[in-house]
């Protein structure tokens, strides 16, 4: 200290702590009033904006409250200067810190705006987190006075190391990215792979994809290997889907009945069950002549693609009393097999016929053979 302490400086110091503590209260009550405001928003990212600034009012307050008690202490100018760049220190790293949460959690309310059930991005999330660190880091050593210059070029050497020997993880990172750029997967789709995976796009990390099939078990595919295979995106381009669903009728039916019952039945389900398409006119096409009946395709539409199953479930369940009702026939598996004994009836035995053996009809032979017995006393 350049002279003595003072009463006057304790009070002054006090009082400067003391504000700064009543200005970080008061700062977050306010914000926490400001955040039951923005909970009735339907934007979530204010929110998140709220909430991390409640985090950083007070340290700002109590920084700023520590700083003027500094400057009203009789300090020297060296560890005045040395209080002031802690201050700004610790400022710059609550900042950073808060800013690194404020980008993530608005990417990844962007993230969840732009994808179906559930899902993350957590590969841009981190990127985004990383990067806000990193700019924090380096501000904060350029206030302190200390050159970033070799820094970087240390860096920029290391990187080509580093890039050598994570080659698969590079790949995997770069494949990520490129995936969520191009927009072919995204979280919240389902997904078919070649290799017959298939299931939710859970989350889309720095290495890998994660899948939730329906059974809820998950499916972990590296992205390079996703980027790679062949995919079928049941969301792309749009998350409705028609669904088909096969039926066979009696010959003896009525078929332009059978087309009129059975849309007015998919008709029904569609404005019924959850998941399927209110506007959406279902289609009866008639393909086949089959062995017991003739065969056709009924489309309907699903909402999303896990919805299929139960619109299949309810859709045969009310046509099949529908057509009960009705007296419309769906017919057993069957097969009319003709048989020609050769030599009977006049017919004559045709090239390639396999001859049947003919019934007995009179008593039968019971003449002894060689070595059998005519009865009890018998010798043979």
């Known amino acids: 200290m350049n002279r003595a302490l003072t009463l006057h400086d304790v009070i002054v110091v006090a009082a400067a702590l003391v504000a700064a503590a009543a200005a970080g209260l008061l700062l977050r009550m306010a914000l926490r009033w400001l955040g039951e405001r923005a909970r009735r928003t339907r934007w979530s ?14 340290w700002a307050a109590m920084a700023v ?3 003027s008690a500094a400057a009203a202490l009789p300090l020297t100018r060296t560890i005045g200067h040395t209080v002031n760049q802690v201050v700004i220190a610790a400022l710059i790293l609550a900042t950073t810190v808060t800013a690194a949460r404020v980008v993530a959690g608005l990417v990844q309310t962007l993230a969840l705006s732009r994808s179906g059930v559930a899902g993350t991005a957590t590969i841009f999330v981190n990127i985004t987190r990383i990067a806000v660190l990193m ?3 380096l501000i904060l050593l350029q206030t302190l006075g200390i050159s970033i210059a070799p820094l970087l070029t240390a860096l920029g050497v290391g990187g080509l190391a580093v890039a050598l020997a994570l080659q698969d993880t590079l790949a995997n990172l770069f494949a990520g990215v490129h995936i969520l750029a191009s927009k072919t997967v995204q979280p919240g789709h389902y997904i078919r792979l070649s290799s017959l995976e298939e299931g939710y796009v859970v989350d889309i990390n720095w290495r890998n994809t994660t899948i939730r ?12 290997k996703l980027a790679n295979t062949i995919t079928t995106n049941y969301h792309q381009p749009g998350q409705e889907m028609s669904v088909m669903v096969q039926v066979r009728v009696a010959y003896r039916s009525d078929l332009e009945h059978v ?4 849309t007015e039945v998919g008709a029904k389900v569609m404005a019924d069950v959850s998941g399927g398409v209110v506007d959406f006119e279902p289609t009866i096409r008639f393909h086949t002549f089959g062995e017991s009946g003739i065969d056709f395709s ?19 369940k009310r046509l099949h009393r529908r057509y009960q009702a009705e007296g419309i026939e769906i017919p057993l598996p069957m097969r009319t097999v003709v048989l020609h004994q050769p030599g009977q009836s006049g017919q004559p035995e045709q090239p390639g016929q396999v001859p049947l053996p003919a019934q007995r009809t009179g008593e039968a032979d019971l003449t002894p053979g060689p070595g059998m017995t005519t009865g009890p006393g018998s010798t043979g």
Request: glycine share 8%; charged share 20%.
């Open 135 to 137: 700019m924090g880091v």
């Open 45 to 58: 990212g204010d929110d998140i904006i709220v909430a991390t600034l409640r985090t950083l009012a007070p």
């Open 65 to 67: 409250g520590v700083s």
């Open 298 to 316: 009924v489309f309907l539409g699903a909402l999303e693609f896990s919805d299929q199953y139960l619109i299949k479930h309810e859709f045969m």
């Open 213 to 224: 099939q329906l059974s809820d078990n998950l499916v972990i595919i590296p992205n390079a």
């Open 259 to 262: 087309e009129r019952v059975t």
